[in-house]
């Protein structure tokens, strides 16, 4: 079966970095992505990555290894903003999205 | 600026009423979506379309079906709703090029059924 594993809660502190991390196991790949979602609004898209190694955009970088089936993103400077739930994505063989659960991400002053 | 709308951002029906969910995008996309997003469960794909008049079952189409009569519309039809389809119901829509394409998602309908 298809599967994407992401923890489920993370807490942390405004100003400081937090890593999220996402395994899978697809029946094949062709690229991950990842949204960010607030409470009661819809996923926007953040990142994606189909090659190895570590897209940065601003605060936010996201990182794959394709061999191991694992991703994270990556937050700088934590904001009370950031408070938010991120989607970890896969694209299947099929291109069809396969998602994971999301991380509760809690910021605290 | 992208869009996606949804007709309704909160729905309650009662079990057995036909109930019609409609998305409207004005991106020109060719691709739309239909997903249910439940606590604790990753968005589940229900339906989707690559074209007017075309549809494709996702991974839980039972009690469901669709309609694409426009490019830029695309409904989700509950034919007869039951309570386990009370849920957050999110559309998207994404362009043609399948290689990094990105889904743009509409705010939700959150429905309850009763």
């Known amino acids: 079966g298809q599967n994407i594993d992401q923890p489920t809660e993370m807490t942390a502190t405004e100003g400081a970095i937090v890593q999220i991390n996402c395994t899978y196991q697809?029946?094949?790949?062709?690229?991950l992505f990842w949204y960010q979602q607030h409470a009661g609004e819809a996923p926007t898209f953040l990142s994606y990555?189909?090659l190895d190694g570590l897209e940065e955009k601003g605060r936010f970088s996201s990182f794959l290894s394709r061999s191991k089936g694992y991703s994270y993103l990556l937050l700088k400077e934590l904001q009370m903003k950031d408070s938010a739930s991120y989607l970890c994505?896969?694209?299947?063989?099929?291109?069809?999205?396969?998602w994971g659960a999301g991380t509760k991400l809690i910021i605290k002053p | 600026d992208v869009k996606v709308t949804q007709s309704s951002r909160y729905l309650v029906k009662r079990t057995g009423e036909k109930v019609f969910l409609e998305c409207v995008q004005d991106?020109?996309?060719?691709?739309m979506f239909w997903y249910r997003q439940d606590p604790g469960l990753g968005l589940r794909l229900i339906y989707f379309?690559?074209?007017?008049?075309?549809?494709e079952k996702g991974d839980i189409p039972e009690g469901y079906s669709v309609s694409r009569e426009k490019k830029e519309r695309f409904s989700l039809i509950l034919e007869s709703a039951s309570t386990n389809q009370t849920s957050m119901y999110l559309c998207?829509?994404?362009?043609?090029?399948?290689?990094?394409?990105?889904?743009?998602f509409g705010p939700g309908t959150r429905l309850t059924v009763t």
């Open positions: 998207a829509s994404s362009p043609t090029d399948r290689e990094s394409y990105e889904q743009y």
């Open positions: 379309s690559y074209d007017v008049k075309m549809k």
């Open positions: 994505a896969v694209k299947d063989s099929n291109y069809q999205l396969i």
């Open positions: 991106m020109d996309h060719e691709n």
């Open positions: 697809t029946s094949g790949f062709n690229g």
């Open positions: 990555n189909v």
